[in-house]
């Protein structure tokens, strides 16, 4: 009766540890569309530096404390419906932004398009869609047909420009592993793609990429249209199993940007632009990874230019202060460009990542800076992920804006910020 | 001395015959595990000393010796990440951010103990050479040596039963000796055409109290264009289904 007993007791045991891995096989069974996303919450905390530039020309005439709490939501779908070569994709996303000062609900298409794959040789998209070329971290200086990534937030997703695009790809052996050529036309008139540039041009350019030997490389133009005649080149190699090279080049002909002279007025300097980055990931044996990558940008601003501008808004504030004279603030404030992420030459990224310290699965603590090398002014932000949870992504992130007077990060609206992120994928 | 010399050359002529049947075993286990070319479904699952479980399906793709690709289905904060390995290069495109980054074979793109490499396993026969086969009874043992720098681990010893030549475990070191991991292979099917194990399973001295565990479905046999296996052909692994 106990040898029953126990065989049962075993077959029990065994059925546990047979059940305890299991693959249905209904899991894997594809359906012709697709619906999915996620829903995201990011309260957060601003402290305040009322006597900074860009402070002074976002909040001036209005009262605003040292710490300015805000709420930001986010439900971003995603849909998507396929059938044999063709598929129909959908992105759209909700924001939400809250602080005592504004609030504002948006609904933006970040993606919509239709594709068509006749085999795997080619294929052919037509509608929104976010590009994404280059291969920096931060920055995408040959990201012509983007808009600027935030290099603070290098990975969200990004509104795409209304386009068609086709894939050519042929593979070979040998060096030479695979070609593919990318031509694009994106319109560009007063209802499509406004933000894009001057309006009423068919834009066109394209990208032709090569593995060779081993090296991703990329030579992509962008004719003249909306915007200046462009030429690019990037690159990226696994040096070894733990390290990876990557770089970009950016040739933009008669760039320009507007420039506040000693005079106050705004001008327009134009000339070739030169823009690269270089940059490098590498993993320790403690699965640490770095990223380091330098960013020259050959239309950012001179010190002696970002100076005059400081000056300028200094001015413009004791004059608003002495008579109540806005124009010139609003003036300055119109002029977003000298407030833009990387608005001046010489940058350095840098992120530390450690994957799961002291086998704490789920767990990357990181540490990103990015530093202005031309008035040595810089950002911090450590943060601390863990998705342990299926599904579920917390992320809590602190940033420090270092920098003295009339320095770049010495003049953001903000000392500090800390900011919780939750996000549910569905 | 004519029969020293004798016996010192058969020596000779012997011993790269011997390692040419090393090679040839490896090969051939490659070969029972899986087809050249196919595709296939698994699952991964991580399992923490609390007993709390994390799991990821997804779909591969393998056509001859050097090319790889898997498609995340499951979870939804994972869907649509894609890894692509090409010879001993290897990207990941994650979908928010839009575009294939290269990723290195140390990484691990599922957290646990599996790592970039073990995800993106192409034949031994072609990243490692045999450098010595053993006679153990029921299995053989086979000592594997990494034949370039790119490879995950520079040494392997794999123990591949007699009978049906499938490897029963493996023991990745470091050059120095060091146990990285060990994996399991267990739960030997049919996939219609030919039998291996069902199941790998993998603990580390490196995670210790961590196991990792990956199963194995609907591995057939199929012929794949070269351009499936592209930077510009991640994103469309999908329709391959």
New interface residues.
């Given amino acids: 009766m106990l040898r029953l007993l126990f065989i049962l007791l075993l077959a029990s045991v065994v059925q546990v540890s047979a059940e305890e891995f299991s693959f249905d096989e209904a899991e894997i069974e594809k359906k012709i569309w697709h619906l999915g996303g996620y829903a995201e919450a990011r309260p957060g905390l601003n402290l305040l530096d009322q006597s900074a530039a860009q402070s002074r020309l976002r909040y001036y005439g209005r009262h605003v404390d040292d710490t300015l709490p805000d709420f930001n939501g986010k439900l971003l779908l995603e849909g998507s419906l396929e059938k044999d070569w063709a598929k129909l994709f959908v992105q759209p996303s909700l924001d939400y932004t809250n602080t005592r000062l504004t609030h504002d609900l948006k609904l933006s298409w970040y993606e919509a398009w239709l594709q068509a794959k006749p085999n795997e040789h080619v294929k052919f998209l037509v509608g929104k869609k976010s590009l994404r070329w280059g291969k920096g971290y931060a920055w995408n200086p040959v990201a012509f047909f983007d808009r600027p990534k935030n290099p603070d937030e290098p990975e969200l997703n990004l509104e795409g420009y209304w386009l068609a695009t086709a894939d050519l790809i042929r593979s070979f052996d040998g060096p030479l592993q695979t070609v593919a050529f990318t031509p694009i036309l994106l319109p560009q008139d007063h209802d499509l793609n406004h933000e894009f540039g001057s309006s009423d041009h068919i834009n066109w350019g394209g990208k032709l990429y090569f593995l060779l030997y081993d090296t991703d490389i990329d030579l992509i133009m962008m004719g003249r249209g909306s915007r200046n005649a462009s030429y690019g080149f990037d690159f990226s190699r696994n040096l070894t199993t733990n390290f990876e090279l990557h770089g970009e080049l950016a040739w933009v002909l008669n760039s320009s940007r507007p420039v506040i002279s000693a005079t106050g007025q705004q001008e327009t300097v134009s000339g070739d632009a030169v823009s690269w980055l270089l940059g490098a990931r590498y993993l320790t044996e403690q699965d640490t990874t770095w990223i380091l990558e330098y960013y020259r940008n050959g239309n950012g601003y001179t010190r002696s230019e970002m100076a005059t501008y400081y000056q300028k808004v200094d001015q413009a504030w004791t004059a608003w202060q002495q008579s109540g004279a806005s124009s010139q603030l609003q003036r300055l404030g119109q002029n977003q460009s000298y407030s833009r992420p990387a608005a001046m030459q010489d940058y350095l990224y840098l992120r530390i990542s450690q994957k799961e310290p002291w086998d704490i699965l789920y767990v990357t603590p990181a540490l990103t800076s990015i530093a202005n090398l031309r008035d040595g002014s810089f950002s911090i932000s450590p943060e601390l992920v863990y998705t342990g949870i299926t599904n579920l992504e917390l992320r809590l992130k602190g940033t420090a804006l270092v920098g003295s007077r009339r320095s770049e990060y010495g003049e953001k609206p903000n000392d500090a910020r800390v900011e919780l992120r939750v996000r549910y994928s569905f | 001395m004519r029969r020293i010399v004798i016996f010192f050359s058969m020596l000779l002529i012997a011993l790269p015959a011997f390692a040419l049947d090393g090679q040839q075993l490896l090969k051939q286990i490659d070969r029972n595990m899986n087809p050249e070319s196919y595709e296939s479904?698994r699952?991964l699952?991580?399992i923490?000393p609390n007993g709390?479980r994390?799991?990821f399906?997804l779909?591969t793709v393998k056509k001859g010796t050097d090319k790889m690709v898997s498609l995340f289905?499951?979870?939804?904060?994972d869907?649509g990440r894609t890894t692509l390995r090409?010879?001993?290069?290897?990207w990941l495109l994650?979908p928010?951010?839009?575009?294939p980054?290269?990723?290195?074979?140390?990484?691990?793109v599922v957290?646990?103990v599996f790592n970039n490499a073990d995800i993106l396993q192409l034949d031994y026969d072609a990243e490692y050479t045999v450098e010595k086969l053993e006679d153990k009874g029921a299995d053989y043992l086979l000592h594997l040596k990494a034949k370039g720098?790119?490879?995950?681990y520079d040494r392997i010893r794999l123990w591949a039963d007699k009978g049906n030549k499938l490897p029963r475990k493996i023991e990745c070191l470091t050059e120095a000796g060091m146990l990285i991991k060990t994996l399991y292979f267990k739960d030997v099917k049919n996939f219609g055409g030919f039998s291996r194990p069902a199941?790998m399973e993998t603990d580390s001295p490196l995670?210790?109290?961590?196991k990792s565990?990956m199963?194995?479905?609907?591995i057939k046999k199929r012929s794949?264009?070269?351009?499936?296996?592209?930077?510009?052909?991640m994103a469309?692994i999908?329709?391959l289904?």
């Fill in positions: 479904y699952k699952i991580n923490e709390t994390k799991e399906t779909y289905l499951a979870p939804a904060s869907k090409l010879g001993e290069n290897m994650i928010n951010v839009g575009k980054v290269r990723i290195t074979s140390l990484q691990s957290g646990g720098r790119s490879v995950a199941t995670h210790k109290g961590y565990v199963l194995f479905a609907k794949f264009k070269d351009e499936v296996f592209t930077l510009n052909g469309t999908d329709s289904r």
